[in-house]
């Protein structure tokens, strides 16, 4: 009887870190939510708690960072299906030319510190590329809960984000070349095939604006089939474009654009949803992982500096660029502070970078805590700024007054 007992009480790890995870989310979603902050913060928090730094009870990290990819895919998916390309048109110069700048200033502003600090020429444009993205995940949410999504600074933070989202390919390709990779010639018109393929069908879809799916109506009703269907364009896009040498974020991105010109989208939104909520959830869960609290106690001093300049150097940018295309001092200043963080795919930069060896360890683990930091911050910077926005309006109606 005693033999048996180690057996009836043994369990699959896997179903304790589930658990484990779940019950620790719960716990500090509810703290967050009864201070009104986004849940993000608590995933990063999880996964910090439960990584190597922190009680050590995930140790093998890579199955939580490729379902973490899928987050991402899922999460490009979704945001594809919020943008009307007519609409995003129709803000392309805020987008194009705004991105374009933001992305030039990183990278001069970085190369100017970097010069002072004997750093290489490759990182600091590697640096400059990570702190020009900010966070769609964290924006998005922000902006639906402060009902901001269709108001004018909403649309032209979401076309510049929207654009962000374009350009990590092009920057992708750039960081791979800085680490002296040589594509040939194969690749290269793979990729530039893959980029007329996307071209091609975002042109498609401005023309025609609504596209019907096939068996659209045959499942208007079959829940199960509607799965599969919503499915095959997220996965089946990331896919192709992983075929192209293009990143499969953009492929579901493209995905997504096709289910909001098809009109389906709100029956693929309560279809799936609930799977982006997860995958999203371990994808920030694997970034908490990768942080090295030993490291950042370390180095918290120039941390702290660097996420000091991060901020205000992007947040003044991006509050000069929204003003420059007519916004309001007020609405620009809050659209810089919206766009203020480093986002998500800068990981992507930063881990590209590091597997070329552009980076070293202590750089690589230096980005990581630093836009883990920014993601942290950034709801608390945004509400600080609102504050500076409504205070600066009570003293104007009292000069008035």
Same mark, same amino acid.
């Given at each position: 009887m005693n033999a048996l007992m180690p057996k009836l009480i043994s369990f699959d790890p896997l179903i304790g870190s589930i658990s484990v995870i779940a019950?620790? /989310?719960?716990?500090?979603?509810?703290?967050?939510?009864?201070?009104?902050? +986004?849940?993000? =913060?608590?995933?990063?928090? @999880?996964? #910090?708690?439960l990584g190597q730094s922190g009680l050590g009870f995930i140790e093998d990290a890579s199955t939580?960072?490729?379902?973490?990819?899928?987050?991402? /895919?899922?999460l490009l998916f979704f945001i594809g299906m919020e943008i009307?390309? +007519?609409?995003? =048109?129709?803000?392309?110069? @805020?987008? #194009?030319?705004?991105t374009t700048i933001q992305v030039a200033l990183s990278v001069v502003i970085i190369w100017a510190v970097g010069y002072f600090f004997g750093w290489r020429m490759e990182r600091s444009v590697i640096l400059g590329f990570v702190i020009a993205l900010s966070s769609s995940a964290v924006i998005i949410k922000l902006l639906s809960d402060k009902n901001l999504t269709n108001t004018r600074i909403g649309k032209n933070v979401l076309?510049?984000?929207?654009?962000?989202?374009?350009?990590?390919?092009?920057?992708?390709i750039a960081v791979t070349m800085l680490g002296g990779k040589e594509e040939s010639t194969d690749a290269i018109f793979l990729n530039i095939a893959g980029g007329l393929g996307i071209m091609i069908s975002l042109i498609y879809i401005y023309k025609k604006q609504t596209i019907q799916l096939p068996f659209s109506k045959a499942i208007e009703k079959d829940h199960e089939l509607q799965v599969f269907l919503a499915i095959l364009f997220c996965f089946g896009g990331a896919l192709g474009?992983?075929?192209?040498?293009?990143?499969?974020?953009?492929?579901?991105?493209?995905?997504?654009?096709?289910?909001?010109?098809?009109?389906a989208t709100h029956w693929i939104y309560n279809t799936l949803n609930s799977f982006r909520i997860l995958f999203v959830a371990i994808f920030f869960i694997s970034v908490g992982l990768q942080l090295d609290f030993g490291f950042i106690i370390e180095n918290i001093w120039a941390i702290l500096a660097v996420l000091i300049c991060v901020y205000i150097t992007n947040h003044l940018i991006n509050a000069l660029i929204l003003r420059l295309f007519s916004c309001p001092w007020k609405e620009a200043?809050?659209?810089?502070?919206?766009?203020?963080?480093?986002?998500?795919?800068?990981?992507?930069?930063?881990?590209?970078?590091?597997?070329?060896?552009?980076?070293?360890?202590?750089?690589?683990?230096?980005?990581?805590?630093?836009i883990s930091l920014t993601l942290i911050i950034s709801p608390f910077w945004i509400s600080f700024t609102e504050k500076l926005i409504l205070s600066s309006g009570g003293r104007k109606r009292n000069k008035i007054n």
């Open positions: 019950i620790l /989310i719960v716990a500090v979603g509810l703290f967050l939510k009864k201070i009104k902050q +986004p849940y993000i =913060i608590g995933y990063i928090l @999880v996964g #910090a708690m939580i960072d490729h379902l973490g990819e899928m987050g991402i /895919i899922l009307s390309l +007519p609409e995003f =048109i129709k803000q392309w110069k @805020v987008a #194009a030319i705004g076309s510049i984000l929207l654009m962000q989202d374009i350009i990590i390919v092009p920057l992708l474009a992983s075929f192209f040498g293009l990143s499969p974020a953009l492929g579901a991105f493209v995905g997504g654009m096709i289910m909001h010109a098809s009109k200043f809050l659209g810089g502070a919206l766009l203020a963080q480093i986002g998500e795919l800068s990981f992507l930069i930063a881990s590209t970078a590091y597997s070329l060896n552009i980076i070293e360890s202590y750089s690589y683990k230096f980005t990581i805590s630093l």
